[in-house]
């Protein structure tokens, strides 16, 4: 015989909010009740309760409400940190008309790195890019295009050739003007003049191939991967019936879970031993001489920069105010002394990467 739905006591619901921040997934959540309690019929509930709670309490939040605790947020992230940027403008009805915000870690890596925004959308993409940011250069994804080619030249004969050729078109051409010769050579050569996808690329080749593109930095991307391997990151916090105010507490709950992922590597690092790719002797013995000593490897660097410093305080004292070396006095063996850190002998190795 099922129970009946009953009123959920104060710690099942604080759990069950607490799980759902985490992202948890409802049946989980039903499930670690049903282990601690010892079983199904030692609970007072079911799952389909946990679920409605969920629905009713967590998701369905007003969004003046959430409007409202998105501005308390922000304002408790700035008492914690001063280094916490926000800016947040509001409707006459209390809405959120815009907002903008950045924690202090995002902040102290554009200072470091500098960012790259990458968009995944197709929207209104160009006509949302001219209005906001004016200068931004846009451009296509050569891999899309480039994964199109066996749909749309199929009824070709020799489709493979041709598609070889075009790809040796578009990545070998060394100047805008030899690609701009060897692709209506391939053009010609193989009767695509009168093909509508081609002669469409021909006209954007601007934004999609990559000579004239090389002179822009992109950050090293030629594809929307790395957005598509961030939504899947984020998808694990959040969903689209997250709200406002759980989205950015899910937000620093992300950031939180990549800065940890990367001290347990580095952590992971600092006691690993590579393994040998041999059995030799020789090879065992140096990779247990070298084996990761960070605070060693720090101490020495600290050791050879107070050791520089020292000497660029005497060089200045012996140059009498004058604050460069000049290339007519100084010979080869000395700058290399000056710049070269002691080397000494230790067991550690450097982290690399």
Request: charged share 30%; with cysteine; aromatic share 12%.
């Amino acid at each position: 015989m099922l129970k009946q739905h009953s009123e959920l006591s104060m710690s099942i619901r604080r759990t069950i909010e607490n799980n759902k921040e985490a992202g948890i997934r409802p049946s989980k959540t039903y499930q670690s009740f049903v282990a601690a309690a010892g079983g199904h019929r030692e609970l007072n509930f079911i799952e389909k309760d946990v679920r409605n709670y969920i629905t009713r309490e967590v998701r369905n939040v007003s969004e003046q409400e959430d409007a409202k605790e998105f501005g308390k947020y922000l304002l408790r992230m700035k008492e914690k940190n001063q280094n916490f940027f926000f800016e947040l403008e509001l409707e006459e009805d209390q809405l959120i008309k815009l907002a903008f915000w950045a924690d202090a870690r995002s902040r102290a890596a554009f200072e470091y790195f500098g960012d790259v925004i990458s968009f995944d959308t197709t929207y209104n993409t160009n006509r949302a890019l001219e209005a906001c940011m004016p200068t931004i250069i846009h451009r296509w994804f050569i891999w899309h295009i480039m994964k199109k080619i066996p749909s749309k030249l199929n009824g070709y004969k020799g489709h493979a050739e041709i598609e070889q050729e075009m790809s040796q078109v578009v990545w070998n051409s060394h100047s805008k003007d030899s690609f701009d010769r060897n692709w209506n050579d391939f053009l010609l050569n193989f009767g695509l003049v009168d093909n509508k996808w081609l002669s469409d690329l021909s006209e954007d080749h601007y934004i999609w191939v990559p000579i004239y593109l090389d002179h822009h930095f992109w950050a090293g991307m030629r594809s929307t991967q790395r957005s598509e391997s961030m939504h899947s990151f984020f998808n694990k916090f959040i969903t689209r019936n997250s709200s406002l105010i759980q989205f950015v507490k899910q937000y620093d709950n992300c950031l939180g879970s990549r800065e940890q992922a990367k001290r347990e590597s580095d952590a992971a690092d600092f006691h690993t031993v590579i393994p040998c790719a041999t059995k030799s002797s020789i090879e065992a013995q140096n990779i247990c001489k070298f084996t990761s000593e960070l605070e060693e490897l720090t101490a020495i660097l600290h050791c050879a920069y107070d050791t520089i410093m020292v000497e660029m305080e005497e060089l200045k004292a012996k140059r009498k105010g004058t604050s460069s070396l000049s290339h007519k006095d100084a010979n080869l063996e000395s700058v290399n002394e000056f710049q070269s850190p002691p080397r000494i002998r230790t067991r550690g190795r450097p982290k690399i990467g």
